[in-house]
């Protein structure tokens, strides 16, 4: 046998032995479900990037396999820095059962942007009442929610996004975030993301906690918010 004749043979094999191990995983018509392990209170918080990425990855998950996903997102109002329509909202809208509300007021609270306080006050409330109907309209729901069904129908999978930023500034009574959290039905997975500072009044009423803490950043070496990347 050649030298050519058998490094032919070595790449027919090495082919063969991907094609074995590195099969597509199947994917199917995604089908109004309901999940049997839900109920827990996820809290996602630190300086670093990744918070709202990791909430928005588990409600993707949970979409497809059917359940009903919904997220309320605090403070993310827009910027001049980052354009009005985000990558993650048109992903979302290819997901059957996730949906998303923004409640941010433009700019972001504290950085002299010209935005008004007041107003970042009052949407951060707006959305903690919004969270409080969906909470309450969740409750009890053992059978499959229909991926199209408005939220204020109930939800398996709450992700509240920067709520746990808006506590730590002011916008919102950290005691309401806790009553938030002890008003859910067994059943809800509710996932809390945001801050800088440990909330140590969320941290007590969590099962899962994570801290993400920032090593380096690209903003710390002159880079601004990138299109893909944070929007």
Not at 5 to 27: G, I, L, W, Y
Not at 71 to 78: A, D, L, T
Not at 103 to 125: I, K, N, R
Not at 157 to 177: C, F, K, T
Request: some cysteine; hydrophobic content about 30%; glycine content about 12%.
């Amino acid at each position: 046998m050649t030298d050519e004749q058998s490094k032919s043979e070595n790449d027919e094999s090495e082919r063969a032995s991907t094609d074995e191990t590195s099969r597509p995983v199947p994917t199917g018509t995604i089908d109004p479900s309901t999940p049997d392990e839900f109920g827990l209170v996820q809290l996602w918080w630190g300086d670093g990037k990744g918070k709202t990425t990791a909430a928005m990855g588990m409600g993707f998950r949970a979409g497809g396999h059917g359940y009903r996903v919904h997220m309320v997102q605090f403070m993310k109002g827009g910027a001049g820095s980052v354009e009005d329509v985000r990558g993650e909202y048109e992903a979302i809208e290819q997901i059957s059962g996730f949906t998303y509300e923004n409640t941010g007021h433009y700019g972001w609270h504290g950085f002299l942007d010209g935005s008004d306080d007041d107003e970042h006050t009052a949407q951060a409330e707006g959305g903690l009442a919004r969270a409080k109907n969906i909470i309450k309209a969740s409750k009890g729901d053992t059978e499959p929610i229909p991926l199209d069904a408005d939220p204020d129908e109930g939800v398996h999978m709450l992700i509240l996004d920067e709520i746990l930023y808006a506590a730590n500034r002011g916008l919102l009574d950290p005691d309401e975030v806790v009553e938030l959290v002890e008003s859910k039905p067994d059943d809800l997975e509710l996932v809390l993301t945001g801050g800088h500072d440990r909330p140590d009044y969320a941290c007590e009423v969590a099962d899962l906690v994570t801290h993400v803490e920032k090593e380096a950043h690209p903003i710390e070496s002159g880079h601004s918010a990138r299109k893909g990347t944070e929007y």
